[in-house]
C-alpha cells in the first residue's frame, strides 16, 4: 500500500493548521439537487456567492449544470461538507475540491449518497470531467459514493474506496470501470491508486494498512501510529489535538466525544450545578456563544425552537424553554389586525383561534354568528368548534356574549380564561352577558382578574351561582361596578340544589362539582377541591402543603400503614427510596458517566442501595470502591491463579485426548474385525424427525370384487364402475376399480403403489380416500363411486344452474384440500378441474394423485423426469426447470379456478400448446371470466405470479374466498343468480347411465357400510351382513323411545329433503364450505363446535373424517351467528347443510320404482327416515357422457380437435385423456346403441419433446441460475 513518506512529516504539519476552528469561513449549503436556475450564467454566480471563501458548508454542496469556462478555483477553500455532495450536469474537467478532507452525510442525496458525481460531458461534444481533485478526501462518515456515467472521467475506478467510507459495508458503492481510452495511467510510486497521474495526486490510505490494534484511522502501518479515536481522515500523532478532523465536536482544537455540558454533578452536594466552562454544539465545534442569529435549545445552537418549547431571554442569551402546557400565541381579537372588519365570531374566523393562548382584542358573539349570516352567505357556527378557546388564558379587550348555541348551558370553554384586560370596552364593560335562556352556570373557575371596565350580567332566565361571587375581589380599580340582575332567583335555585359544592369555602363557585369553587373549605388539589389529602392511601402519595395537596416525588417509595412517603417536594424529602439513594437524593440509578467539574464520575451501589463513588481511576464505572473492582481493570492475583488452573486444565485434557484416541483405535479395530467376520451390516441411526405414517392400508381379496363396465382408461391402467361384496357377507358396495395394465413394467408397478400409498395416507373432507387394494397379478386400487362424475362435466351439464354461491364453495372446498396437501407436504401437480370429482353439487373432493409427489422432510421443490405434463395449467418454472412446489400448484388452482368460472371454458384455446412459454413470459394470462368481478381476478392474477414466492399461500386463498362466499353475489355477477335450483341429481346424465346396469340396484354406500355408528345414535337395526331392501326403509331404529325429533338432534346436517328444497341448498348457502366458522382460518364467527366421536378400538375402520358430528339431544337450529336457539317448527330446507343421498338407493312402493326427487319420500306411518350421508371417491375421470335427447352428444372436455389423436388399443377401452399415446390410427367401439370414440387425447399433457420437435425449452434468457422463479 502506499504511504507518502518522503513529504509525510510536512504533511502532518500542514495539516494541524488546516483543521476548521469554530471561527472559519461557515456558510449554508442546499438543497435543490438537479434543480437549475434558467440563466447559467446566475447559475454560476449563485455558486460562486455561496461558497467564496467558505471552509465549512453547513448543508450540502451541488455544484450543477456549470459550463466549461467557468473558473472554480474559489472551491479550494472548502475543507467540511456536513451533508452531501452532489456533482452532475457539468462540462469543466476538473473539479477542485483539493482540500476537502470529510464529508458527514448527516444528509444523503437520493437517500443512499454522500458524494454523487454524474452526467458531467457534453453530449455533443469531446469534452466534460477529466479529474476529480478530491487528493485530500479521506473520510466520509455516513452514506455510499455514486460515480457514474461520466464519460471522460479518469482514475475514479483506481480509488480505494472502502478506505474513505467509515462503514464500506452498509454503504453502497458504485464506481464502474472508466470507459475512456485516453486516461494516463497512476504515477509509478501511487501503487495503482491516484487522483491523477501526478506524483502528488496518490491516494492517502489512511485505515486499511492499519494494524489490527488500531479502532479507526492511522498515520503508518505499526501499532504506535494509531490516531485518536475521535479522529476522522487520519492524523500526525496519537493524541486527539493530532486529527485531521473530528468525527464528533471540536472543542478548541481537541477532537471530544461531547461539548462540556451545562450542568455538572457536584459530588459534594450530590446535585447537578452549572457549568461555568459550558460550550454549546455548533455543526461540529464547541462554541461559548451560539451565533447571534441562532438559539440555545439545551447544549445546542439551533435556529428555531421546537414546536413544544418557547424562546425567551435569559442573561442576555436567547434559550428554548419547555412549555408547561400550550405554548403562548398571540392571536388578533374581533376587530383588530387582520379581524379588523369582523364584527362576530362566526364560521368563517373561528378557525383562526386555534392554539392562541392570548386574545389581542375582543371576543364578541353575535346571533348572526352563532346561528349563520345569509345575507354575507356565512353559515352556522358548529358548537363543537367553540372548544379552541379553552386554550385562551388572556383577552385584553373585553368578552361580549349576546348569543350562544342552545345546547351549551355554560361558558366551560372558557375555563382557562384567567384574565380580562379591559383595554378596550364596550359601553364602558369588559364582560357582558345578556340574554342567554340556556345558560345556567358561568364556569369561568379560572378568572381572577377583570382589570378594568364594569360587569354586565343581565336577562338570563336560567342562571344560577352569580350571587355567590364576589366580583369585588376580580376588580383592579375602585371605580369598576357590577350590574346583574333579571337572572334567576337565588331562592329557586336553592330549590333545585343548584347551589355550591360542600367542599367550597363561603367565597362561593361558578357552577356546580367541587372544581368550581373559588376557594375550597378544606384542602386542594390542582383546581379540584377535596376533603383529605392521599397522606397514607391512595394509589399516589401526597403531603400537605398548608391546604394544597402535592405529590411525592415519584423516587419516593409508597408507605404502608400509617407511615408518610414523603415530607416535601422533591427527591431529597423521601422517607425511603424507591431505587437508590445518591446521598441525600433518590435517584432510579447511580451516577454513571456524569459529567463533572474536571472527569466523568461513576458511583456503584451498595447493599443497602446506596451510591458510592468508585476510585478515582475508573473511567467505564465499577462494581466496587478498589481500582480491581473498576469495569476494564482485573486483579493480577486472580489472573495468575486462572493461568495456572488452566494450565493444569489444558494437561489434563490432552491427557485424557490422547487415551481415548488410543481407545477409540483399539475399539475400531475389534468393531471392524467382527463386521468381517460376522457379516454385521448394522446401519447408522440419522433420525429425520418426521412423524410415522401410521395410515391402515386395506388388503381386498379379488373374489370380493366384480367389475361392470369401463369408465376410462390412463396411462398405466383402466377405471371400472364395480362392486365390492366382502366376503362372508351379503352386502353389494358400489366402487371404482382401477386396474394396472398387464404390459406395464416394474416401473409402473412402483408408481401405482406410490399412488396408492399417497391416497391411503391423505386423510380429508375433500380429498379422495383409498377403501382398499387388491394385490391380484394386475394391481387393483378401489375408491368410492361417485355418480356425479367429475366437476369439469358437472359445470358443462349445469351451466344453466350454477349459481355465485356454489362456484365460490368450490373454490374453498379445493382450497381446503390443497391447503391440507401443503401441510402434509405434498405437491400435487395435476390439479385442474378434470381432477375434482363432484360427491354432491355442494361437496367435491380432489383426485388423481397419479402425478402427486410427497417432500422430504428437508425438501423445498420436486425434480421431475420426463414425462407428460398438463402444461396450459403448469407454472413458468415447471415448464422450463421441471420443478414443482405448493407454490406451483398456486398457479394451477388459479387455473381451475377460471375453468369454474367460465363454466368449463378452455384455457388458451386456440394457441398450441407450444406457444405458452413465450406467452406467459410476455406476460399474458387468461382473460378475465364474464361472470367475475376484479376481486376475484385479481385472485387469479396473483396466482399466476412469476416469482413463485410472491403468489399467495393455499391458506390465503381458503381465507379470501371463504370471506367472499359470506356475500356471493357482490363477487360474481351472474343474471338471474337467486332464482337458480340445481335439478336432482336423478336428472343427471351420468348418474343414470351408472344406473343402466342391474347390478347397481339395492346397494349399501361404503359409509354405512364402514362407519355403522358414526353419528353416535343408538344402534341400526341392520346387522354386518344387512343389505338394502328395495321394499323398505333403509334403517329401522330398535329404541323406541328414540323418535324423529331426538334423531335430527343427534344427526346434524343429514336430512332428507325435497327437490325443491335440496335444489335451493344448493344455491343457497347451507353447503358444507358455507359454513366458514368451522375452520379458524375462515375468520369468520366463532361457532359451537361439534362433539368428536368418540374412539373406540372396536370400530372396525376409522370414521370419514367428512361428517361432522352433533350433540345428541340438540333441540334448537343455528341463529344466523351460529348459535344454537330453542327447538322450533321448521321447514327442513332451513338446516344448515343439503342432505347428500345414497344416489344408488332407490324406493319402492307397490312395486314401483320412486326416484329421489319424488314428492312423497315417506310413507305414513313407515317410521322416520334418515338418509346417510353418502361418501363417493372414484380414481377416474369421466370421459363421456349419456346425454338426454336434448342434449347433444359431444364431451366437452376433449372438445379442442387441434391435437386429438385417436389410437387404436388391442381391446375396446377408454383411455384416460389425461395422458398422450404414440398411436397412429382411430377406433370406436358401441355403447348403448351408439357409436363413440374409444379415446379422445388431452391435448393439455404433452412431453416437453412435443413442444418443439426435437428440442427442449430452453430457460428464459433473463434467468441466470436454475432456481423456481
Given at each position: 500500500?502506499?504511504?507518502?513518506?518522503?513529504?509525510?512529516?510536512?504533511?502532518?504539519?500542514?495539516?494541524?493548521?488546516?483543521?476548521?476552528?469554530?471561527?472559519?469561513?461557515?456558510?449554508?449549503?442546499?438543497?435543490?439537487?438537479?434543480?437549475?436556475?434558467?440563466?447559467?450564467?446566475?447559475?454560476?454566480?449563485?455558486?460562486?456567492?455561496?461558497?467564496?471563501?467558505?471552509?465549512?458548508?453547513?448543508?450540502?454542496?451541488?455544484?450543477?449544470?456549470?459550463?466549461?469556462?467557468?473558473?472554480?478555483?474559489?472551491?479550494?477553500?472548502?475543507?467540511?461538507?456536513?451533508?452531501?455532495?452532489?456533482?452532475?450536469?457539468?462540462?469543466?474537467?476538473?473539479?477542485?475540491?483539493?482540500?476537502?478532507?470529510?464529508?458527514?452525510?448527516?444528509?444523503?442525496?437520493?437517500?443512499?449518497?454522500?458524494?454523487?458525481?454524474?452526467?458531467?460531458?457534453?453530449?455533443?461534444?469531446?469534452?466534460?470531467?477529466?479529474?476529480?481533485?478530491?487528493?485530500?478526501?479521506?473520510?466520509?462518515?455516513?452514506?455510499?459514493?455514486?460515480?457514474?456515467?461520466?464519460?471522460?472521467?479518469?482514475?475514479?475506478?483506481?480509488?480505494?474506496?472502502?478506505?474513505?467510507?467509515?462503514?464500506?459495508?452498509?454503504?453502497?458503492?458504485?464506481?464502474?470501470?472508466?470507459?475512456?481510452?485516453?486516461?494516463?495511467?497512476?504515477?509509478?510510486?501511487?501503487?495503482?491508486?491516484?487522483?491523477?497521474?501526478?506524483?502528488?495526486?496518490?491516494?492517502?490510505?489512511?485505515?486499511?494498512?492499519?494494524?489490527?490494534?488500531?479502532?479507526?484511522?492511522?498515520?503508518?502501518?505499526?501499532?504506535?501510529?494509531?490516531?485518536?479515536?475521535?479522529?476522522?481522515?487520519?492524523?500526525?500523532?496519537?493524541?486527539?489535538?493530532?486529527?485531521?478532523?473530528?468525527?464528533?465536536?471540536?472543542?478548541?482544537?481537541?477532537?471530544?466525544?461531547?461539548?462540556?455540558?451545562?450542568?455538572?454533578?457536584?459530588?459534594?452536594?450530590?446535585?447537578?450545578?452549572?457549568?461555568?466552562?459550558?460550550?454549546?454544539?455548533?455543526?461540529?465545534?464547541?462554541?461559548?456563544?451560539?451565533?447571534?442569529?441562532?438559539?440555545?435549545?439545551?447544549?445546542?445552537?439551533?435556529?428555531?425552537?421546537?414546536?413544544?418549547?418557547?424562546?425567551?431571554?435569559?442573561?442576555?442569551?436567547?434559550?428554548?424553554?419547555?412549555?408547561?402546557?400550550?405554548?403562548?400565541?398571540?392571536?388578533?381579537?374581533?376587530?383588530?389586525?387582520?379581524?379588523?372588519?369582523?364584527?362576530?365570531?362566526?364560521?368563517?374566523?373561528?378557525?383562526?383561534?386555534?392554539?392562541?393562548?392570548?386574545?389581542?382584542?375582543?371576543?364578541?358573539?353575535?346571533?348572526?354568528?352563532?346561528?349563520?349570516?345569509?345575507?354575507?352567505?356565512?353559515?352556522?357556527?358548529?358548537?363543537?368548534?367553540?372548544?379552541?378557546?379553552?386554550?385562551?388564558?388572556?383577552?385584553?379587550?373585553?368578552?361580549?356574549?349576546?348569543?350562544?348555541?342552545?345546547?351549551?348551558?355554560?361558558?366551560?370553554?372558557?375555563?382557562?380564561?384567567?384574565?380580562?384586560?379591559?383595554?378596550?370596552?364596550?359601553?364602558?364593560?369588559?364582560?357582558?352577558?345578556?340574554?342567554?335562556?340556556?345558560?345556567?352556570?358561568?364556569?369561568?373557575?379560572?378568572?381572577?382578574?377583570?382589570?378594568?371596565?364594569?360587569?354586565?350580567?343581565t336577562n338570563n332566565s336560567q342562571l344560577c351561582y352569580y350571587n355567590t361571587v364576589n366580583w369585588t375581589g376580580l376588580f383592579r380599580a375602585n371605580n369598576q361596578k357590577v350590574l346583574i340582575r333579571n337572572n334567576r332567583d337565588p331562592k329557586e335555585c336553592t330549590t333545585e340544589q343548584m347551589v355550591c359544592d360542600p367542599l367550597c369555602s363561603d367565597a362561593g363557585?361558578?357552577?356546580?362539582?367541587?372544581?368550581?369553587?373559588?376557594?375550597?373549605?378544606?384542602?386542594?388539589?390542582?383546581?379540584?377541591?377535596?376533603?383529605?389529602?392521599?397522606?397514607?392511601?391512595?394509589?399516589?402519595?401526597?403531603?400537605?402543603?398548608?391546604?394544597?395537596?402535592?405529590?411525592?416525588?415519584?423516587?419516593?417509595?409508597?408507605?404502608?400503614?400509617?407511615?408518610?412517603?414523603?415530607?416535601?417536594?422533591?427527591?431529597?424529602?423521601?422517607?425511603?427510596?424507591?431505587?437508590?439513594?445518591?446521598?441525600?437524593?433518590?435517584?432510579?440509578?447511580?451516577?454513571?458517566?456524569?459529567?463533572?467539574?474536571?472527569?466523568?464520575?461513576?458511583?456503584?451501589?451498595?447493599?443497602?442501595?446506596?451510591?458510592?463513588?468508585?476510585?478515582?481511576?475508573?473511567?467505564?464505572?465499577?462494581?466496587?470502591?478498589?481500582?480491581?473492582?473498576?469495569?476494564?481493570?482485573?486483579?493480577?492475583?486472580?489472573?495468575?491463579?486462572?493461568?495456572?488452573?488452566?494450565?493444569?486444565?489444558?494437561?489434563?485434557?490432552?491427557?485424557?485426548?490422547?487415551?481415548?484416541?488410543?481407545?477409540?483405535?483399539?475399539?475400531?479395530?475389534?468393531?471392524?474385525?467382527?463386521?468381517?467376520?460376522?457379516?454385521?451390516?448394522?446401519?447408522?441411526?440419522?433420525?429425520?424427525?418426521?412423524?410415522?405414517?401410521?395410515?391402515?392400508?386395506?388388503?381386498?381379496?379379488?373374489?370380493?370384487?366384480?367389475?361392470?363396465?369401463?369408465?376410462?382408461?390412463?396411462?398405466?391402467?383402466?377405471?371400472?364402475?364395480?362392486?365390492?361384496?366382502?366376503?362372508?357377507?351379503?352386502?353389494?358396495?358400489?366402487?371404482?376399480?382401477?386396474?394396472?395394465?398387464?404390459?406395464?413394467?416394474?416401473?409402473?408397478?412402483?408408481?401405482?403403489?406410490?399412488?396408492?400409498?399417497?391416497?391411503?395416507?391423505?386423510?380429508?373432507?375433500?380429498?379422495?380416500?383409498?377403501?382398499?387394494?387388491?394385490?391380484?397379478?394386475?394391481?387393483?386400487?378401489?375408491?368410492?363411486?361417485?355418480?356425479?362424475?367429475?366437476?369439469?362435466?358437472?359445470?358443462?351439464?349445469?351451466?344453466?344452474?350454477?349459481?355465485?354461491?356454489?362456484?365460490?364453495?368450490?373454490?374453498?372446498?379445493?382450497?381446503?384440500?390443497?391447503?391440507?396437501?401443503?401441510?402434509?407436504?405434498?405437491?400435487?401437480?395435476?390439479?385442474?378441474?378434470?381432477?375434482?370429482?363432484?360427491?354432491?353439487?355442494?361437496?367435491?373432493?380432489?383426485?388423481?394423485?397419479?402425478?402427486?409427489?410427497?417432500?422430504?422432510?428437508?425438501?423445498?421443490?420436486?425434480?421431475?423426469?420426463?414425462?407428460?405434463?398438463?402444461?396450459?395449467?403448469?407454472?413458468?418454472?415447471?415448464?422450463?426447470?421441471?420443478?414443482?412446489?405448493?407454490?406451483?400448484?398456486?398457479?394451477?388452482?388459479?387455473?381451475?379456478?377460471?375453468?369454474?368460472?367460465?363454466?368449463?371454458?378452455?384455457?388458451?384455446?386456440?394457441?398450441?400448446?407450444?406457444?405458452?412459454?413465450?406467452?406467459?413470459?410476455?406476460?399474458?394470462?387468461?382473460?378475465?371470466?364474464?361472470?367475475?368481478?376484479?376481486?376475484?381476478?385479481?385472485?387469479?392474477?396473483?396466482?399466476?405470479?412469476?416469482?413463485?414466492?410472491?403468489?399467495?399461500?393455499?391458506?390465503?386463498?381458503?381465507?379470501?374466498?371463504?370471506?367472499?362466499?359470506?356475500?356471493?353475489?357482490?363477487?360474481?355477477?351472474?343474471?338471474?343468480?337467486?332464482?337458480?335450483?340445481?335439478?336432482?341429481?336423478?336428472?343427471?346424465?351420468?348418474?343414470?347411465?351408472?344406473?343402466?346396469?342391474?347390478?347397481?340396484?339395492?346397494?349399501?354406500?361404503?359409509?354405512?357400510?364402514?362407519?355403522?355408528?358414526?353419528?353416535?345414535?343408538?344402534?341400526?337395526?341392520?346387522?354386518?351382513?344387512?343389505?338394502?331392501?328395495?321394499?323398505?326403509?333403509?334403517?329401522?331404529?330398535?329404541?323406541?323411545?328414540?323418535?324423529?325429533?331426538?334423531?335430527?338432534?343427534?344427526?346434524?346436517?343429514?336430512?332428507?329433503?325435497?327437490?325443491?328444497?335440496?335444489?335451493?341448498?344448493?344455491?343457497?348457502?347451507?353447503?358444507?364450505?358455507?359454513?366458514?366458522?368451522?375452520?379458524?382460518?375462515?375468520?369468520?364467527?366463532?361457532?359451537?363446535?361439534?362433539?368428536?366421536?368418540?374412539?373406540?378400538?372396536?370400530?372396525?375402520?376409522?370414521?370419514?373424517?367428512?361428517?361432522?358430528?352433533?350433540?345428541?339431544?340438540?333441540?334448537?337450529?343455528?341463529?344466523?351467528?351460529?348459535?344454537?336457539?330453542?327447538?322450533?317448527?321448521?321447514?327442513?330446507?332451513?338446516?344448515?347443510?343439503?342432505?347428500?343421498?345414497?344416489?344408488?338407493?332407490?324406493?319402492?312402493?307397490?312395486?314401483?320404482?320412486?326416484?329421489?326427487?319424488?314428492?312423497?319420500?315417506?310413507?305414513?306411518?313407515?317410521?322416520?327416515?334418515?338418509?346417510?350421508?353418502?361418501?363417493?371417491?372414484?380414481?377416474?375421470?369421466?370421459?363421456?357422457?349419456?346425454?338426454?335427447?336434448?342434449?347433444?352428444?359431444?364431451?366437452?372436455?376433449?372438445?379442442?380437435?387441434?391435437?386429438?389423436?385417436?389410437?387404436?388399443?388391442?381391446?375396446?377401452?377408454?383411455?384416460?385423456?389425461?395422458?398422450?399415446?404414440?398411436?397412429?390410427?382411430?377406433?370406436?367401439?358401441?355403447?348403448?346403441?351408439?357409436?363413440?370414440?374409444?379415446?379422445?387425447?388431452?391435448?393439455?399433457?404433452?412431453?416437453?419433446?412435443?413442444?418443439?420437435?426435437?428440442?427442449?425449452?430452453?430457460?428464459?434468457?433473463?434467468?441466470?441460475?436454475?432456481?423456481?422463479?
Amino acid at each position: 500500500m502506499f504511504w507518502m513518506d518522503h513529504d509525510h512529516h510536512l504533511l502532518c504539519k500542514t495539516c494541524i493548521s488546516n483543521i476548521p476552528s469554530p471561527f472559519s469561513a461557515v456558510c449554508a449549503g442546499t438543497e435543490n439537487k438537479l434543480s437549475t436556475l434558467s440563466d447559467l450564467e446566475q447559475q454560476y454566480r449563485t455558486l460562486r456567492k455561496y461558497y467564496e471563501n467558505c471552509e465549512v458548508v453547513m448543508g450540502n454542496l451541488e455544484i450543477t449544470s456549470i459550463d466549461r469556462s467557468r473558473d472554480l478555483s474559489f472551491l479550494r477553500s472548502i475543507r467540511e461538507v456536513t451533508g452531501y455532495v452532489l456533482v452532475a450536469l457539468n462540462q469543466f474537467d476538473y473539479l477542485p475540491l483539493e482540500n476537502l478532507r470529510i464529508i458527514r452525510g448527516t444528509k444523503m442525496y437520493e437517500d443512499r449518497y454522500a458524494l454523487a458525481i454524474f452526467l458531467n460531458y457534453r453530449r455533443d461534444g469531446n469534452f466534460g470531467l477529466r479529474q476529480l481533485g478530491l487528493k485530500n478526501l479521506t473520510e466520509i462518515l455516513q452514506g455510499g459514493v455514486y460515480v457514474d456515467q461520466n464519460k471522460f472521467l479518469c482514475h475514479a475506478d483506481t480509488i480505494h474506496w472502502q478506505d474513505i467510507v467509515k462503514n464500506a459495508r452498509v454503504s453502497p458503492l458504485v464506481v464502474p470501470t472508466n470507459s475512456s481510452v485516453t486516461c494516463q495511467k497512476c504515477h509509478k510510486s501511487c501503487n495503482g491508486r491516484c487522483w491523477g497521474p501526478k506524483e502528488d495526486q496518490c491516494q492517502s490510505l489512511t485505515k486499511t494498512v492499519c494494524a489490527e490494534q488500531c479502532d479507526g484511522r492511522c498515520f503508518g502501518p505499526w501499532v504506535s501510529n494509531c490516531c485518536h479515536r475521535e479522529c476522522a481522515g487520519g492524523c500526525s500523532g496519537p493524541k486527539d489535538t493530532d486529527c485531521f478532523a473530528c468525527t464528533n465536536f471540536n472543542d478548541s482544537g481537541a477532537c471530544v466525544t461531547q461539548c462540556p455540558q451545562p450542568f455538572v454533578y457536584n459530588p459534594t452536594t450530590f446535585q447537578l450545578e452549572s457549568n461555568p466552562r459550558a460550550k454549546y454544539t455548533y455543526g461540529a465545534f464547541c462554541v461559548k456563544k451560539c451565533p447571534h442569529n441562532f438559539v440555545v435549545d439545551h447544549s445546542s445552537c439551533v435556529r428555531a425552537c421546537p414546536s413544544n418549547k418557547m424562546e425567551v431571554e435569559q442573561n442576555r442569551i436567547k434559550m428554548c424553554i419547555a412549555c408547561t402546557d400550550i405554548c403562548p400565541k398571540a392571536c388578533d381579537g374581533i376587530g383588530t389586525a387582520s379581524l379588523q372588519s369582523a364584527q362576530t365570531v362566526d364560521s368563517s374566523n373561528i378557525d383562526k383561534f386555534t392554539n392562541c393562548t392570548k386574545i389581542n382584542g375582543n371576543l364578541v358573539f353575535l346571533i348572526t354568528g352563532i346561528k349563520g349570516d345569509v345575507y354575507h352567505n356565512i353559515k352556522a357556527l358548529d358548537p363543537e368548534k367553540l372548544n379552541v378557546f379553552r386554550t385562551v388564558r388572556e383577552i385584553t379587550g373585553f368578552l361580549n356574549i349576546q348569543s350562544w348555541p342552545e345546547n351549551m348551558t355554560d361558558l366551560s370553554v372558557f375555563s382557562n380564561l384567567a384574565t380580562i384586560g379591559g383595554r378596550a370596552l364596550y359601553s364602558g364593560i369588559s364582560f357582558l352577558v345578556l340574554k342567554q335562556q340556556w345558560i345556567s352556570s358561568l364556569q369561568l373557575q379560572s378568572l381572577n382578574e377583570i382589570s378594568a371596565g364594569n360587569v354586565y350580567i343581565t336577562n338570563n332566565s336560567q342562571l344560577c351561582y352569580y350571587n355567590t361571587v364576589n366580583w369585588t375581589g376580580l376588580f383592579r380599580a375602585n371605580n369598576q361596578k357590577v350590574l346583574i340582575r333579571n337572572n334567576r332567583d337565588p331562592k329557586e335555585c336553592t330549590t333545585e340544589q343548584m347551589v355550591c359544592d360542600p367542599l367550597c369555602s363561603d367565597a362561593g363557585c361558578w357552577g356546580p362539582g367541587p372544581d368550581q369553587c373559588l376557594s375550597c373549605r378544606y384542602f386542594s388539589r390542582g383546581r379540584i377541591c377535596v376533603d383529605t389529602c392521599n397522606l397514607y392511601e391512595g394509589e399516589v402519595r401526597e403531603y400537605d402543603n398548608g391546604s394544597v395537596c402535592v405529590e411525592c416525588d415519584a423516587q419516593c417509595e409508597r408507605a404502608d400503614g400509617d407511615s408518610l412517603t414523603c415530607h416535601g417536594p422533591g427527591p431529597d424529602h423521601c422517607v425511603k427510596c424507591l431505587h437508590f439513594k445518591d446521598g441525600p437524593n433518590c435517584v432510579d440509578k447511580c451516577p454513571d458517566g456524569l459529567q463533572g467539574a474536571n472527569s466523568f464520575i461513576f458511583k456503584y451501589a451498595e447493599a443497602n442501595n446506596e451510591c458510592h463513588p468508585c476510585h478515582s481511576n475508573c473511567t467505564q464505572g465499577c462494581i466496587g470502591p478498589r481500582l480491581q473492582d473498576c469495569i476494564g481493570m482485573m486483579d493480577r492475583t486472580p489472573l495468575i491463579a486462572a493461568g495456572v488452573i488452566g494450565g493444569l486444565f489444558v494437561v489434563v485434557i490432552v491427557a485424557l485426548s490422547v487415551a481415548v484416541s488410543v481407545r477409540r483405535k483399539s475399539i475400531k479395530k475389534k468393531r471392524a474385525l467382527r463386521r468381517f467376520l460376522e457379516t454385521e451390516l448394522v446401519e447408522p441411526l440419522t433420525p429425520s424427525g418426521t412423524a410415522p405414517n401410521q395410515a391402515q392400508l386395506r388388503i381386498l381379496k379379488e373374489t370380493e370384487l366384480k367389475r361392470v363396465k369401463i369408465l376410462g382408461s390412463g396411462a398405466f391402467g383402466t377405471v371400472y364402475k364395480g362392486i365390492w361384496v366382502p366376503e362372508g357377507e351379503t352386502v353389494k358396495i358400489p366402487v371404482a376399480i382401477k386396474i394396472l395394465n398387464e404390459a406395464t413394467g416394474p416401473k409402473a408397478n412402483v408408481e401405482f403403489m406410490d399412488e396408492a400409498l399417497i391416497m391411503a395416507s391423505m386423510e380429508h373432507p375433500h380429498l379422495v380416500r383409498l377403501l382398499g387394494v387388491c394385490l391380484s397379478p394386475t394391481i387393483q386400487l378401489v375408491t368410492q363411486l361417485m355418480p356425479h362424475g367429475c366437476l369439469l362435466d358437472y359445470v358443462h351439464e349445469y351451466k344453466d344452474n350454477i349459481g355465485s354461491q356454489l362456484l365460490l364453495n368450490w373454490c374453498v372446498q379445493i382450497a381446503k384440500g390443497m391447503m391440507y396437501l401443503e401441510e402434509r407436504r405434498l405437491v400435487h401437480r395435476d390439479l385442474a378441474a378434470r381432477n375434482v370429482l363432484v360427491k354432491s353439487p355442494n361437496h367435491i373432493k380432489i383426485t388423481d394423485f397419479g402425478l402427486a409427489r410427497l417432500l422430504d422432510i428437508n425438501e423445498k421443490e420436486y425434480n421431475a423426469d420426463g414425462g407428460k405434463m398438463p402444461i396450459k395449467w403448469m407454472a413458468l418454472e415447471c415448464i422450463h426447470y421441471r420443478k414443482f412446489t405448493h407454490q406451483s400448484d398456486v398457479w394451477s388452482y388459479g387455473v381451475t379456478i377460471w375453468e369454474l368460472m367460465t363454466f368449463g371454458g378452455k384455457p388458451y384455446d386456440g394457441i398450441p400448446t407450444r406457444d405458452i412459454p413465450d406467452l406467459l413470459e410476455k406476460g399474458e394470462r387468461l382473460p378475465q371470466p364474464p361472470i367475475c368481478t376484479i376481486d376475484v381476478y385479481m385472485v387469479m392474477v396473483k396466482c399466476w405470479m412469476i416469482d413463485a414466492d410472491s403468489r399467495p399461500k393455499f391458506k390465503e386463498l381458503a381465507t379470501e374466498f371463504c370471506r367472499m362466499a359470506r356475500d356471493p353475489q357482490r363477487y360474481l355477477v351472474i343474471q338471474g343468480d337467486d332464482r337458480m335450483k340445481l335439478p336432482s341429481p336423478n336428472d343427471s346424465t351420468f348418474f343414470q347411465s351408472l344406473l343402466d346396469e342391474e347390478e347397481l340396484e339395492d346397494l349399501m354406500d361404503a359409509e354405512e357400510y364402514l362407519v355403522p355408528h358414526a353419528f353416535n345414535i343408538p344402534p341400526l337395526a341392520y346387522t354386518p351382513r344387512t343389505h338394502v331392501d328395495s321394499n323398505r326403509n333403509q334403517f329401522v331404529y330398535q329404541d323406541p323411545s328414540f323418535d324423529m325429533e331426538d334423531m335430527l338432534g343427534t344427526i346434524p346436517r343429514v336430512l332428507s329433503l325435497s327437490p325443491g328444497d335440496q335444489s335451493a341448498g344448493g344455491q343457497g348457502g347451507s353447503g358444507p364450505e358455507h359454513q366458514c366458522f368451522e375452520d379458524q382460518r375462515c375468520n369468520g364467527t366463532l361457532r359451537k363446535q361439534a362433539t368428536p366421536r368418540p374412539s373406540s378400538t372396536g370400530q372396525r375402520y376409522s370414521a370419514d373424517p367428512t361428517i361432522m358430528l352433533g350433540e345428541r339431544g340438540a333441540r334448537g337450529d343455528t341463529d344466523q351467528d351460529g348459535y344454537l336457539t330453542a327447538m322450533r317448527e321448521k321447514a327442513t330446507s332451513d338446516y344448515l347443510n343439503p342432505v347428500e343421498e345414497n344416489p344408488f338407493v332407490t324406493r319402492r312402493r307397490n312395486g314401483a320404482a320412486l326416484t329421489l326427487d319424488s314428492s312423497n319420500p315417506y310413507q305414513a306411518g313407515s317410521g322416520p327416515r334418515v338418509e346417510d350421508e353418502y361418501v363417493n371417491e372414484p380414481l377416474y375421470l369421466n370421459t363421456f357422457h349419456n346425454p338426454g335427447k336434448n342434449r347433444q352428444d359431444k364431451n366437452k372436455t376433449f372438445d379442442n380437435p387441434e391435437y386429438w389423436q385417436h389410437s387404436l388399443p388391442p381391446k375396446a377401452t377408454l383411455h384416460n385423456p389425461e395422458y398422450l399415446q404414440d398411436c397412429s390410427t382411430r377406433f370406436f367401439y358401441r355403447q348403448n346403441g351408439r357409436i363413440r370414440p374409444a379415446v379422445a387425447e388431452n391435448q393439455e399433457y404433452l412431453t416437453e419433446f412435443a413442444l418443439k420437435p426435437g428440442t427442449v425449452l430452453p430457460p428464459p434468457p433473463y434467468r441466470q441460475r436454475n432456481t423456481v422463479v
